[in-house]
């Protein structure tokens, strides 16, 4: 079975700052799809960025970009210039394409951005 | 408006009794889902829908059943609401167009089973 790892339960940077949260998954399937939702405090789960695992190019969404590497079966999201509308949750999730819709999430990061 | 839109946002209710949660989604998806949030969790699925006419349980989905009324509106009920059943539920949708499926929440309804 899949499973998704986010190793820091909290995080805190400073504003304007860069700051990169950790994912890990366990998978056997050479195609999937990666994903990183963002929860702010009310408590609405918004997409940040997705990635194909079949794509080599790391997804970039403005200040959010992603560092996958499929070998070591990691998931990095690094947020630049961070903004103090940037505090919430994060999670990873992972899904595959055959046994699709369904979204098999990590425990979450908590960031907090300070002013 | 939200395209995908949960009633009630909060709801609080005795063991025992029956409730139900409704989400509705105005972005045309054939597909859609129910999710629990439970604190230090991520999401868990509980039943998801492909189409009116398909069902299908996720992994919790012991003590819930669903009802997928036309193509825009899932409801969840809990036939008989336990206090381990308080949590943060979600609905999704999503489209397979473009081959990569994304998943668009809700904004989601707090339980609180006493």
């Known amino acids: 079975a899949q499973t998704v790892t986010q190793s820091q339960p909290e995080m805190s940077v400073q504003e304007a700052e860069t700051v990169t949260l950790s994912c890990t998954y366990d998978?056997?399937?050479?195609?999937?799809?990666l994903f990183w939702y963002k929860q702010p405090p009310s408590r609405q789960m918004i997409l940040v960025i997705r990635?194909?695992?079949?794509?080599?190019q790391n997804a970039t969404e403005n200040r959010f970009s992603v560092n996958f590497q499929k070998a070591a079966k990691s998931f990095s999201l690094k947020i630049s210039d961070s903004q103090l509308g940037d505090t919430a949750m994060y999670f990873c999730?992972?899904?595959?394409?055959?046994?699709?819709?369904?979204?098999?999430f990590g425990q979450g990061t908590t960031l907090q951005v300070k002013p | 408006d939200a395209d995908v839109t949960q009633t009630p946002r909060n709801r609080i209710t005795k063991t025992g009794k029956r409730i139900m949660l409704e989400c509705s989604q105005t972005?045309?998806?054939?597909?859609m889902y129910w999710y629990r949030q439970d604190p230090g969790l991520g999401l868990r699925l509980i039943y998801y829908?492909?189409?009116?006419?398909?069902?299908n349980k996720g992994e919790i989905s012991d003590g819930y059943s669903v009802s997928r009324q036309a193509q825009a509106k899932f409801s969840l009920s809990l036939e008989s609401a336990i206090p381990n059943q308080t949590a943060l539920y979600f609905c999704?949708?999503?489209?397979?167009?473009?081959?990569?499926?994304?998943?668009?929440f809700g904004p989601g309804t707090r339980l609180l089973v006493l």
């Open positions: 999704a949708t999503s489209d397979t167009t473009g081959g990569l499926e994304t998943q668009y």
């Open positions: 998978t056997s399937e050479s195609n999937y799809y």
């Open positions: 990635q194909e695992a079949y794509k080599q």
């Open positions: 999730a992972f899904m595959k394409p055959v046994a699709a819709g369904k979204l098999i």
């Open positions: 972005k045309g998806h054939d597909r």
């Open positions: 829908s492909f189409d009116v006419k398909d069902i």
